[in-house]
């Protein structure tokens, strides 16, 4: 019955940040960020998805900082950035622009990657021009750019408006998750994970998703509904690596295609067999292997170090 918002052991425990800061948005909203590695190395920017937090990078952030420097920052209302009242894409963007401008020297470049809403985020903010200064390329992992609840498998019956109703509802129910139970973790691995997912892994994700704020995680779900980011994916224009789960029911593999095939600059799409929604955890190698080949592919050693300030208490 443990409210932990994180595993504490193992490979998925998120390791201690060797910085942290708040960045301020474009309304005032403030952002909690995390700095791994050491300044000077190569940088990576992580954006979670709906429902996580900074702790759902944990393998990520373990396997990188030790060559690179890793970001990552908790989505308005999630982890430890509080709530805030604007719910929407273009707050998705301006906290996106808000940390690269807090943790990035000008002109620096990095490898952006998002999963689920992370993803989004950044399909939402590719024609801002703080994305264009620091985004090199870029990683989208389990997401869609529209129609995310007609796609969606979670319920298992045909597809038509009765499914899209009712998929939409069990999404934005304001019911909240409660603690984390044998029950939970089943019903979370059905709907979120590959069949085959480890206990650790279907632990690992309980935690982190039940510890969203109930009121979040609902104002966040109206936004996803009536998704529509195909304006923003056809302004990414950054070398794109495309990433998607041939298990996933919340983000089937149909959007990972699509959007690898509308793409300006697709430079790879990975299906990974039997891999839910949750990659990062469920396959973190490959998931770790890809941005690791974007960064040596696309991102310049810099030059000047940008140490970033610390966050006052």
């Known amino acids: 019955m443990s409210r932990l918002t994180h595993v504490t052991a193992g490979a998925y425990a998120p390791p201690a940040a060797r910085r942290e800061l708040v960045a301020t948005s474009a309304d005032g909203s403030r952002l909690h960020v995390e700095v791994h590695g050491e300044d000077g190395a190569p940088a990576v920017v992580l954006a979670h998805g709906w429902t996580c937090s900074t702790a759902f990078w944990a393998a990520q952030i373990r396997a990188l900082a030790a060559g690179h420097r890793v970001i990552a920052y908790d989505q308005r209302g999630h ?23 807090a943790t990035l020297a000008p002109g620096e470049k990095a490898v952006v990657a998002g999963h689920s809403m992370g993803g989004m985020t950044i399909m939402a903010a590719a024609g801002r021009p703080e994305f264009a200064e620091h985004a090199a390329a870029a990683v989208l992992c389990s997401t869609g750019s529209g129609r995310l609840v007609e796609e969606a498998l979670v319920l298992p019956i045909r597809p038509g408006r009765a499914r899209t109703r009712i998929t939409a509802a069990v999404l934005g129910s304001r019911a909240p998750l ?34 969203c704020p109930t009121g979040v995680r609902h104002a966040w779900s109206a936004v996803l509904a ?78 000047v170090s940008h140490p970033a300030k610390e966050k006052t208490p």
């Open 79 to 101: 982890g430890r950035s509080p709530a805030a009242s604007g719910y929407s894409t273009t707050a998705l963007a301006d906290d996106l622009a808000a940390v690269l401008k």
């Open 226 to 303: 009536g998704l529509d980011l195909d304006a923003g994916l056809a302004a990414l224009t950054v070398p794109t690596a495309v990433i998607g789960g041939k298990s996933d029911r919340l983000t089937p593999i149909v959007h990972a295609r699509g959007l690898a095939a509308a793409l300006p600059n697709c430079v790879g799409l990975t299906e990974l067999t039997g891999m839910g929604h949750m990659t990062p955890i469920e396959a973190p190698e490959a998931v770790t292997e890809t941005v690791r080949g974007l960064v040596a592919q696309f991102v310049d050693q810099p030059s």
């Open 178 to 211: 409660g603690p984390v139970t044998p029950v939970a973790k089943a019903v979370l691995k059905y709907a979120t994970m590959g069949p085959g997912s480890a206990p650790d892994k279907v632990e690992a994700c309980a935690r982190i998703v039940h510890s």
